[in-house]
C-alpha cells in the first residue's frame, strides 16, 4: 500500500472512537438498541462522519479487511499440496502477518455478533465470500473444483467455530484459537512451511 492510500492517523482515530462507543453502546444497549446517531454523537462526530468510516452500523462489527491476505497467502503455497493443506498452511501465514495487539475489542465485536441473530448470519456470509475467494484461487492454481470448495468450507467452518468459542470464553489468546484449530486440520499433513 502506498503511502497515500494508507489512512491518516485522525481518520484512524475516528474510527478508533467509532468502535470504542459503539462497543460500549452496544453493550449498555444492545445491538439492536442502539442507534449508528447515537455511536456517532457518542463519538463526538456526525452521522455522515460515521457513514464515511463504516457503511452501516453492521460494517462497523463485521469488516473483515482479512480475506485479501488470506487469499493471497493461499495462492503463494505450493500448488503440488493438496487443497485442503495449502488452505490451512495460507490461513496460518495470513494470521501471523497480522497480530492483533488489543484482542479486548475483537473478542466483544465477535461476541455482539455471535449474539445477534441477525448479524450471526451475516457473519456466514462473509464467511462464504471467504471460502469462495479462497476456493476460486485454488481452482486458478489447478485444484479440483469440489477440493477447492471443501477445503475452504472446512477451513473458514474452523475458523469461524474458533471464534465464537473464544469470544464466549475467558482466554485471552486469540493466537492460540486460531492456530488450534488451524492445528486440527493440519494433522498428519507433514512439516509445516
Known amino acids: 500500500m502506498t503511502a497515500s492510500a494508507q489512512p491518516s492517523a485522525r481518520t484512524a482515530r475516528t474510527r478508533e472512537r467509532l468502535l470504542a462507543a459503539a462497543l460500549d453502546l452496544f453493550s449498555r444497549n444492545g445491538y439492536d438498541g442502539t442507534t449508528v446517531a447515537q455511536v456517532a ?3 463526538g462526530v456526525t452521522e455522515m462522519t460515521f ?4 457503511g452501516s452500523k453492521e460494517a462497523l462489527l463485521l469488516e473483515d479487511p482479512y480475506d485479501p491476505l488470506m487469499v493471497a497467502a493461499v495462492g503463494r503455497q505450493p500448488v503440488a499440496l493438496p487443497p485442503i493443506v495449502r488452505v490451512v498452511r495460507g490461513v496460518r501465514t495470513a494470521w ?6 488489543d484482542a479486548a475489542p475483537v473478542r466483544e465485536r465477535v461476541r455482539i455478533a455471535g449474539g445477534s441473530p441477525a448479524l450471526r448470519a451475516s457473519m456466514h456470509a462473509n464467511t462464504r465470500r471467504s471460502q469462495e475467494a479462497i476456493a476460486r ?34 482466554d485471552a489468546d486469540l493466537g492460540a484459537a486460531i492456530t488450534g484449530a488451524l492445528d486440527v486440520l493440519d494433522v498428519g499433513a507433514g512439516p509445516k512451511g
Do not use: C, K, N
Not at 51 to 54: A, G, K, L, N, T
Open 96 to 101: 501471523e502477518q497480522v497480530p492483533i495487539e
Open 51 to 54: 457513514y464515511r468510516h463504516f
Open 137 to 170: 484461487q485454488l481452482v486458478d492454481d489447478g485444484a479440483d473444483a469440489v477440493a477447492a470448495a471443501v477445503a475452504s468450507s472446512a477451513v473458514m467452518a474452523a475458523l469461524m467455530t474458533a471464534l465464537l468459542l473464544w469470544a464466549q470464553g475467558e
Open 41 to 43: 454523537a457518542a463519538a
